[in-house]
């Protein structure tokens, strides 16, 4: 009883000293509260289906960041690790594996996709590495339609069995795994591990020089990405109950890239809240279909030209100011500092 | 006071109970949605054909739903997806849940279509497939009856067939070489664009051309989206090909119909391009389409039923151009679904596919009849032959679309022969003639 009575309030320090005081943390907050509390009010099941889909877009455009926003391996093909992703759940699946063996095991093997890639990548940068990983999602694709007794062809599989036959279950499976996945990606970047992804982006040369194995950290990169971008196709394929050839399509890979700027590069946050914005528009633009995907650009091209580095961190930039001595964010009002109690003026 | 306060009450109670109630016993409409690529000719296509089947069967009175007129309703959703397969099933389920459709009409890429039919199957809607060929969609149907029961092939018929069409055409042509120009010795050219989908049919092809006492003269696979295919001509001018047998459905077809005939290849060409299905194929090959054959579906002036001069020239007068297949959805609703409410009396799915699988009707394209595999399940797919489902082989005759196959053709040598009304003959482009007459 005392234990439960002290991780109590624990939760309520750490939620009043450090959730409570800044604006972008009540949202991330009440997000992860309205995602969980969402079917209690809402029995639509379009909507939900929306929200099913978003939330594994959310995961895939969440690791594209987490391999390019922070270690700046840029990486035009991440369908492949997606389609990799659906195709190794569908193909386990089919030979009777269920879903929740089937998705963990289909994100391995995106990780090892993602050594596949990674390694003749390691020597490449910039346009030469975008360029070169694009071409991979499409030699999957030749490799499915050459095998169509296994992959299905230009078919793909299909058949496989739901996450659940209830919706609001099908619904809590994949909000929660979007949950934790985002969490632990926005965690890996907070860690000793993301400082390390963040300085091979900014300085390579200066990290090897530091003694660090980019190397392996890139390939570490690759691998952590691939394997929550497999988790996507995964749970992709088994509520859309299909791998197909368009899981591996170009427009998936470049999608994702645009949720991705579009959200903010580099904070994880970003992309996912990009997702939730985007694809409901999406939804909403069906009401002029002759113009939906016109409207789209428009709003995509719209920000970037006013907020080039993304929607959330311009608006978070709005709310909230960096401590000019000990660099922690404050809220725009404040005079002084929360922590350090230096002059924000 | 208190008296006129409790009567405010009661009728708004009464108001919101009839708001409520309405639709509920007061449903006088059938809603179809229409599901395509609506920013597609495909999805135009499938919109198309439902407005005509809406608009013929309302100005009539509406269906009779067991002694009760219901008018049509059409709902439109834009699939997408040529570009999104996600889309495109987010389109199926705003159809279900929020428009509330009894029914669905179309479809088109395969990956798209088995993704929908799952949706749909799942709240028990028949859908008429118009526009995927691929046989997986009606095999799960007998795999699984429980499940895809609600799932019929409105549109084309099988890709089997499709291919077995085409072949016939080939056969055909090939006959008409021989005896005008007396050629013992036909050489075929297959030109099929390079695309995944026409891998198998050139396998088949390479297979069964000899068979058919031809010889192949050579395979060429141009780009899907070449401009410029003039050295694959000259390659197939120096193997001596009489026969080009093409298998187009991009925009290469347009090019490499234009060029052979600036060239004048003495070659003729039969199979499939899909851009000589369209009435606009004359002004993009600038005339030089002229002789090239294709399978189709509609031509203006054939008649495979007596339906079918009548909906091809109220289409033409409607839209402008000739009907193509996804324009089956008019088919769907007006002869198979509307036919069955009406005898069965009612709108229940269940009810309805038992009397849709077993019923023959008369459509514009032929007659429609479901057809069972060979272990006797229901596959819920066109019967393909004669008497049923066929196609059109048609040719580009200075400017028109003519009508040229099935010309006395006979499915067996005891058969009757079939000619279509409206079918004239196929004619040899002039400087094939000119290069092989004797």
Not at chain 1, 12 to 29: A, D, K, Q
Not at chain 1, 39 to 63: C, E, G, H, K, M
Not at chain 2, 141 to 165: C, E, G, H, I, M
Request: with cysteine; net charge positive; proline share 5%.
């Amino acid at each position: 009883m005392n234990l439960l009575r002290y991780y109590l309030r624990k939760v309520f320090t750490v939620l009043r000293n450090e959730v409570l005081v800044l604006p972008s943390r009540i949202v991330v907050l009440l997000f992860f509260l309205s995602m969980l509390l969402i079917p209690l009010v809402v029995d639509d099941p379009y909507f939900i289906r929306i929200l099913v889909l978003t939330s594994i877009f959310a995961i895939f455009a969440a690791s594209w960041d987490l391999l390019s926003g922070f270690t700046g391996q840029i990486n035009f093909g991440h369908a492949l690790f997606f389609g990799v992703g659906a195709y190794g759940s569908a193909i386990m699946n089919q030979h009777g594996l269920p879903h929740w063996a089937t998705i963990p095991l289909g994100a391995l093997v995106a990780v090892a996709a993602g050594l596949v890639v990674g390694v003749p990548c390691l020597r490449l940068r910039g346009t030469y590495l975008a360029l070169t990983t694009l071409a991979f999602p499409i030699i999957l694709l030749g490799i499915v339609f050459a095998f169509p007794g296994l992959t299905g062809g230009e078919l793909g599989i299909s058949g496989l069995t739901r996450l659940s036959t209830s919706r609001t279950v099908t619904y809590y499976i994949v909000v929660v795994i979007m949950l934790l996945s985002c969490a632990a990606m926005w965690k890996i970047t907070d860690s000793k591990i993301g400082i390390i992804f963040h300085a091979i982006r900014e300085d390579e040369l200066a990290v090897k020089a530091a003694g660090i194995n980019t190397t392996l950290y890139k390939l570490l990169a690759f691998c952590l990405s691939g394997f929550f971008a497999g988790i996507a196709g995964g749970l992709y394929a088994h509520f859309m109950r299909i791998a197909g050839p368009s899981t591996l399509e170009v427009q998936m890979s470049f999608q994702v890239v645009i949720y991705s700027v579009f959200g903010g590069i580099a904070t994880i946050w970003g992309p996912v809240g990009a997702v939730f914005i985007l694809v409901p528009l999406m939804e909403f633009f069906r009401l002029w279909p002759e113009f939906r995907t016109l409207m789209f650009a428009f709003v995509v091209i719209l920000i970037l030209l006013y907020m080039p580095g993304g929607l959330l961190p311009w608006i978070r930039n709005k709310v909230e100011e960096e401590c000019p001595r000990c660099k922690i964010r404050n809220l725009v009002t404040r005079r002084v500092c929360r922590v350090c109690a230096a002059d924000m003026r | 006071m208190k008296t006129v306060r409790s009567l405010i009450i009661i009728s708004l109670v009464c108001v919101l109970a009839l708001a409520v109630g309405v639709p509920a016993w007061g449903k006088d409409t059938i809603k179809i949605g229409v599901i395509g690529p609506m920013q597609f000719v495909q999805g135009k296509g499938h919109w198309n054909g439902a407005v005509m089947a809406m608009e013929e069967i309302n100005a009539a009175g509406g269906v009779n739903v067991g002694g009760k007129k219901m008018k049509i309703e059409l709902v439109q959703a834009d699939s997408n997806e040529f570009l999104n397969v996600t889309d495109a099933t987010n389109a199926m389920e705003l159809l279900m849940t929020r428009h509330r459709v009894d029914f669905v009409v179309g479809g088109f890429r395969t990956e798209a279509v088995l993704a929908m039919q799952d949706i749909a199957m799942e709240y028990e809607k028949i859908f008429f497939g118009a526009g995927a060929a691929h046989p997986e969609l009606c095999l799960r149907v007998a795999q699984d009856y429980d499940t895809y029961k609600y799932f019929f092939r409105a549109a084309p018929f099988n890709s089997n067939f499709l291919v077995r069409t085409s072949f016939l055409h080939l056969q055909f042509v090939a006959g008409i070489l021989k005896s005008q120009l007396d050629l013992p010795n036909i050489k075929v050219a297959i030109v099929a664009e390079k695309a995944m989908w026409a891998d198998p049919m050139v396998t088949a092809s390479e297979g069964v051309i000899p068979k058919f006492g031809m010889e192949v003269a050579g395979v060429w696979r141009p780009s899907p989206v070449a401009t410029d295919v003039t050295a694959e001509l000259s390659a197939i001018q120096r193997s001596g090909a009489h026969v080009i047998f093409t298998i187009f459905s991009s925009s290469v077809g347009i090019p490499f119909a234009r060029q052979a005939g600036e060239l004048k290849i003495p070659a003729v060409q039969v199979g499939i391009n899909v851009e000589a299905q369209k009435d606009g194929f004359w002004e993009a090959t600038q005339g030089q389409g002229n002789y090239i054959f294709t399978l189709n579906t509609y031509a203006r002036g054939v008649e495979q039923t007596e339906l079918t001069l009548p909906f091809v020239n109220k289409y033409v007068e409607r839209f402008g151009e000739t009907p193509t297949y996804t324009a089956d959805t008019y088919s769907a609703i007006r002869y198979s679904l509307v036919p069955a409410i009406e005898n069965a009396g009612t709108l229940d799915s269940d009810k309805l596919v038992e009397v849709i699988r077993d019923q023959v009707v008369k459509t514009p394209t032929g007659t429609i009849k479901y057809m069972k595999d060979e272990q006797g399940r229901y596959l819920h797919e066109l019967t393909w032959g004669p008497g049923y489902l066929l196609g059109l082989g048609v040719q580009w005759q200075d400017g028109k679309m003519a009508g040229v196959w099935p010309n006395k053709w006979k499915a067996a040598p005891e058969a009757p022969e079939i000619t279509y009304k409206g079918i004239v003959d196929y004619k040899i482009p002039p400087w094939v003639v000119e290069a092989y007459k004797k």
